[in-house]
């Protein structure tokens, strides 16, 4: 670990080869020169060869002495030589041109192979704008297009027992009067039972009776349905319409309902027969509670709790 450490070399593989490559030019160079000097010994040794020793001293070819032939042979060769060091192999030969070539498709590849990583980079920076830019559209759009909250609103005891004998099974003052303030105003939409449970109709607000009957008889001024839907659609134009009961109706709208304003009786009411359904609070998040104690107006403790739809 603690070891002499590795000398790095600061040379990279590109500026070796190049060294590699000079030392090679300087040999080729160096054996030129060797040659042209052993070229002038020699050519030196064979005019003595025949002038001082007399080899070949009768060896004539078109009156010219033999030596001068062997010279110029010779010349041709260092000539030959000189051309394939500073011509032919004035780009280290073929070898050479082609590792200078693989390294240029080679460069070319790096390039295009980053061009490609850019272009992916860039394609994938732009598919998620506009996949961005899309799920806001949506929402912007389902904003729009949602401008009013189905409100389902309901008194239920701790086993959600909610009525029996189409009748409500306690009397909780403050809980009527929070049940008017809400609903002031607005669309109630309700059960043919439950409708039938009210003495009178509640004054300012727009009742829809849902029924399956086709000739079900009701006062002017109550609208009447034969289904759930038919009652959201009368009552589009409210910004919160209330499913106000009773139990049957209520399990329908669970599934579409944005908001539930529950008043919690603090108490089980096992004689009941009718009950709200269980609230999933995987799907339902209390947003708020209040909660009132029993006194002499009331018997029984209750919470005001708000759940909105996750
Ligand atoms: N604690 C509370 O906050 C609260 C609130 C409201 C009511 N309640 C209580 O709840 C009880 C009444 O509830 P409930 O469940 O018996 O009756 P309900 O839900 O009020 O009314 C049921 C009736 O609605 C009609 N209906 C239901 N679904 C329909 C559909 N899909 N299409 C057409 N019509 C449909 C049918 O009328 P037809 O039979 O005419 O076809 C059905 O008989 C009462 O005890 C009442 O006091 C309690």
Known sequence: MFGKKKQISTIDKDQLELIENAQKRIKQKKRL???FVIFLIGSVLLILSE?????GKNLKIAGINWFVFAIIGWLFLLIYHFVSVFITNKFMGKAWEKQQLDKLVNQQQNRIEKLKQ???????????????NESKADVVSSEKKKTSELTIIVAAGENNAIGKDNKLIWHLSDDLKHFKALTNGHHIIMGRKTFESFPKPLPNRTHIVITRQKDYQVPDGIITVNSLEDALDAARFDTQPFIIGGGEIYKQA?????????????????????????????KWKEVNRTTHEADEKHAYAFSFITYLKM
């Open 254 to 282: 669970m599934s579409i309902a944005d908001k539930i304003e529950i008043t919690r009786v603090h108490s089980v009411f096992e004689n009941a027969d009718t009950f709200f359904p269980d609230i999933d609070k995987t």
């Open 118 to 132: 850019n272009f992916l980079k860039e394609e994938t920076k732009m598919a998620q704008t506009q996949a961005y």
């Open 33 to 35: 020169y060797i040659h």
């Open 51 to 55: 002038t001082v020793l007399g080899i």
